[in-house]
């Protein structure tokens, strides 16, 4: 059984049980997960194996069939409709739930008619009621660790992706979430664009930020998270900390899976010799 029965104190966020279908589809099928304070847990699985749907499951926007979702301890209350439908029991909890998870996406989305700025400092005043002073600061401080101090007064248009996906970084930090969830940040960015990005999640990690990252970048989660989940059509089909899981692979599926990615930005056989954290 890979999730815990008792409620650990540093349970940042736990899953257990949970299902979602799209009509006949199934997509996950009872997933159980969790991850303790400070924990990087890599998300790892084929096109279609349900890596955003989990996300999504777990900020609420998709709702599960059936399962928990524990964040901080807390389980998000869901109630059947007269249909039989599965939803949120309690909307203003959801909302304070999702306001301690940093979601980051793909496809950045930065809202385009704001300056970086702006995007960042956004949800602090306007959900969590911040002094528009003390987000500005706030705001100041995180950009400049993401390398953004030049940008302030850009609006996303005029930003590489790989800025792009930097400034959402800050905006989703600048709620001081408990737990951030990346699902594939560094997927549409052009090849030269992905290190930069890639290096302020690591930086984040050695911060000991709690973060599940979708990627497909077997040599970063290598490097970088804890401890590694392959899932495979809806299942997780191996799990365990991340070295011994990409480097000895168990599963045929989950080998099948890496011998494909060996051609990626950061190849498995080359970071699998290096003993110490790499650079980017
Ligand atoms: N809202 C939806 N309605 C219907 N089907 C959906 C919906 N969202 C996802 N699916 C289907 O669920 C399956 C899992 O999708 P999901 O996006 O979770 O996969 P993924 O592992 O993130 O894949 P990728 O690596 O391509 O991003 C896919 O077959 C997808 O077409
Ligand atoms: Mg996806």
Same mark, same amino acid.
């Given at each position: 059984?890979?999730?815990a029965q008792?409620?650990?104190?540093d349970t940042a966020l736990?899953?257990?049980g ?7 589809l199934e997509?996950?099928?009872d997933?159980s997960?969790a991850?303790h ?6 998300i790892?699985g084929a096109s ?5 749907t989990l996300?999504?499951c777990i900020n609420?926007?998709e709702?599960p069939?059936a ?7 807390e ?6 409709d007269r249909?039989g439908q599965?939803m949120p029991?309690? +909307?203003?909890? =959801? %909302? *304070?739930?999702? @306001?301690? /998870?940093?979601? !980051?996406?793909?496809?950045?989305? &930065?809202?385009s008619?704001?300056?970086?700025m702006?995007?960042?400092i956004e949800a ?8 528009? +002073?003390?987000a =500005? %600061? *706030?705001a100041? @401080?995180? /950009?400049?660790k !993401?390398?953004l101090s030049d940008k &302030?007064?850009?609006y996303?248009a005029?930003l590489?992706?790989?800025q ?15 737990v ?7 997927s549409?960015?052009d ?8 290096k302020v999640?690591r930086?984040l990690?050695e911060?000991?930020r709690?973060?599940l990252?979708v990627t497909?970048?077997?040599?970063f ?5 804890s401890?590694?989940?392959f899932?495979?059509e ?6 365990g900390a991340?070295?011994?899981?990409l480097d ?7 080998k ?5 990615e060996?051609y990626?930005?950061?190849p498995?056989?080359q970071?699998?010799?290096?003993e110490g954290?790499s650079?980017?």
């Amino acid at each position: 059984m890979a999730v815990a029965q008792r409620e650990d104190a540093d349970t940042a966020l736990r899953v257990a049980g949970l299902c979602k279908s799209f009509g006949d589809l199934e997509v996950l099928r009872d997933v159980s997960l969790a991850a303790h304070e400070h924990d990087v847990i890599a998300i790892l699985g084929a096109s279609g194996s349900g890596k955003s749907t989990l996300l999504r499951c777990i900020n609420l926007l998709e709702v599960p069939d059936a399962g928990e979702v524990h964040v901080g301890g807390e389980l998000i209350r869901m109630r059947r409709d007269r249909r039989g439908q599965a939803m949120p029991a309690d +909307r203003r909890q =959801v %909302d *304070r739930i999702r @306001a301690r /998870l940093g979601m !980051v996406f793909q496809q950045f989305n &930065l809202w385009s008619h704001l300056t970086v700025m702006q995007n960042v400092i956004e949800a602090p005043v306007h959900v969590l009621g911040l002094p528009r +002073r003390e987000a =500005v %600061d *706030r705001a100041h @401080a995180l /950009l400049e660790k !993401v390398g953004l101090s030049d940008k &302030l007064d850009a609006y996303p248009a005029h930003l590489s992706g790989g800025q792009e996906q930097r400034a959402a970084i800050a905006r989703a930090l600048a709620m001081e979430p408990a737990v951030m969830l990346f699902d594939e940040p560094t997927s549409a960015l052009d090849p030269e664009l992905v290190g930069e990005v890639l290096k302020v999640i690591r930086d984040l990690a050695e911060e000991g930020r709690t973060m599940l990252i979708v990627t497909h970048e077997v040599g970063f989660a290598r490097d970088v998270s804890s401890r590694t989940v392959f899932l495979h059509e809806g299942r997780i089909e191996e799990e365990g900390a991340s070295r011994a899981v990409l480097d000895a692979p168990r599963s045929p599926r989950l080998k099948r899976f890496l011998s494909g990615e060996r051609y990626g930005t950061l190849p498995l056989d080359q970071s699998s010799h290096n003993e110490g954290r790499s650079g980017p």
